[in-house]
């Protein structure tokens, strides 16, 4: 038997109970539909069938019985497609009751799940002896494909106030014993810290700056803590710097050695140990670099689930937000953004960790402090993320420092947006020697 006589996962009984407990139980109609829609069922009839069902639902109707559907499909010329007032009749004949409505409507998603991934399957067979198109994009569109089907029919469910309050309970009591100042994963800056209580899962933070800020230095600064002190498992995407030069200043900062003797190599002994010493708690952290440019958000989203799979990763950091290639390059720019935005919020809450996106801000943002409104490129940015802080301070020429190479430049972190805690402006300092961000009360050492 070929694949051509093979009949497509169906189960028909199924289509007809739930239609059948849906004439019995007007009201069940809220509890199917996250599983049902109109293309979700085999049989066209059942199609034609529900399709007038939703029509009413979403009308207001308030009662939903064989003799509304059938003038419903009258009205819009399907009843007979809809197998005629006889099988709708015959439909309540399938069910007694409608106390199993959700287990028949499961069965039907279920089912439509599989015609689904043969279809999609069929089509990346297709493309795949299409020897005019590259393999690189045979296996984007079949990724793309793939989790599109996975997004797009994820069922929705909700929680009652009793599992809620439980679980809320369970977590007060969890930090109550743990007596944790943080809930979130601390990034080492403590008053940043104490004013977000570490950065939480499922949030979509943004750290906006000015070129040559330190967007990435404070991403490195954060990262040292969280993979290095805390050994947190964290992925950091550089898509702008070559992952040995990140791992040249991660060695700076973590060995306290300048960042242009490293680049030299006018070294001492000491340094040489200092290096090692820094290396070897580099080397035990459970750090995770890419550096791919011109990464696509398909290929970022991939490889952020592979990697919270596999390595249990429990932060991200994107180094910048703006270097992200959309799927879509014929649309406005902005709208690119837009949807790199929203796909990244996405990733936070299906991940369950922090996502840390860098990006710059706008020329005329130059001179004074970046509002929300300096996000560069989309407002999207500001509305999808939930949280923002800028880099701000005054740009120096470090030559004329009193103390040469070894100065700390106040910093403010303005935090200009938290949706679950306060805002305001936090001191730090930054060492351009090490080319890393630190506390106020500690960047002597």
């Keep these: 038997m070929s694949l051509k006589d093979i009949v497509p996962p169906n189960d028909l009984e199924a289509e007809k109970a739930a239609l059948g407990a849906l004439l019995l139980d007007w009201e069940a109609v809220g509890v199917v539909l996250p599983y049902l829609r109109p293309d979700r069922f085999y049989s066209l009839q059942n199609q034609k069938i529900f399709s007038a069902m939703l029509s009413l639902y979403q009308k207001g109707e308030v009662r939903g019985d064989i003799l509304t559907i059938i003038e419903e499909l009258k009205s819009t010329g399907d009843l007979e497609k809809a ?11 399938e069910v007694p009751t409608s106390a199993n409505i959700e287990y028949y409507a499961k069965v039907v998603y279920d089912n439509y799940i599989r015609r689904s991934l043969i279809k999609t399957s069929s089509v990346i067979i297709a493309n795949s002896h299409d020897k005019t198109v590259e393999s690189r994009s045979v296996l984007e569109d079949a990724q793309k494909q793939i989790f599109e089907l996975s997004d797009n029919n994820t069922t929705q469910s909700y929680k009652t106030a009793p599992e809620l309050v439980t679980k809320s309970i369970e977590m007060i009591e969890q930090l109550y014993s743990d007596k944790s100042a943080f809930t979130g994963v601390p990034t080492g800056l403590n008053k ?65 050695i300048p960042s242009d003797l ?30 791919t440019p011109n990464m696509k958000l398909l290929d970022l989203r991939s490889l952020c689930r592979r990697l919270r799979a596999e390595k249990k990763i429990e932060i991200v ?60 490129e989309s407002g999207s940015i500001e509305q999808d993320a939930d949280v923002v802080m800028f880099i701000h301070r005054e740009r120096q020429n470090t030559d004329n420092s009193e103390n040469g190479s070894q100065f700390a430049i ?36």
């Design 262 to 291: 490293l680049r030299t190599g006018h070294l001492t002994m000491q340094h040489m140990q200092q290096i090692q010493n820094a290396a070897g708690r580099i080397y035990d952290s459970p750090l995770y670099v890419v550096d």
């Design 410 to 445: 106040p910093t403010k972190l303005l935090l200009s947006k938290q949706r679950n805690g306060p805002t305001g402006a936090i001191d730090i300092v930054f060492l351009p020697t090490y080319t890393k961000f630190a506390n106020l009360d500690n960047s002597n050492s």
């Design 317 to 376: 950091f994107i180094d910048y937000i703006t270097l992200i290639q959309s799927e879509n390059t014929m649309i406005p720019r902005h709208e690119q953004i837009a949807e790199i935005s929203r796909s990244l919020k996405s990733l936070a809450r299906e991940l369950e960790i922090p996502v840390v996106a860098l990006s710059q801000v706008r020329r005329d943002s130059e001179g004074k402090e970046p509002t929300l409104a300096d996000l560069r």
């Design 83 to 93: 197998g005629g007032p006889a099988y709708i009749t015959a439909l309540t004949d």
């Design 192 to 256: 940043l810290d104490a004013m977000t209580s570490g950065f939480h899962a499922s949030e979509f933070i943004v750290i906006g700056a000015r070129p040559s800020m330190g967007k990435t230095a404070l991403a490195l600064s954060m990262i040292a803590n969280i993979a290095i002190e805390q050994k947190t498992s964290c992925a950091f995407f550089s898509l702008e710097m070559a992952d040995v030069q990140i791992m040249q200043r991660l060695l700076s900062i973590e060995s306290n």
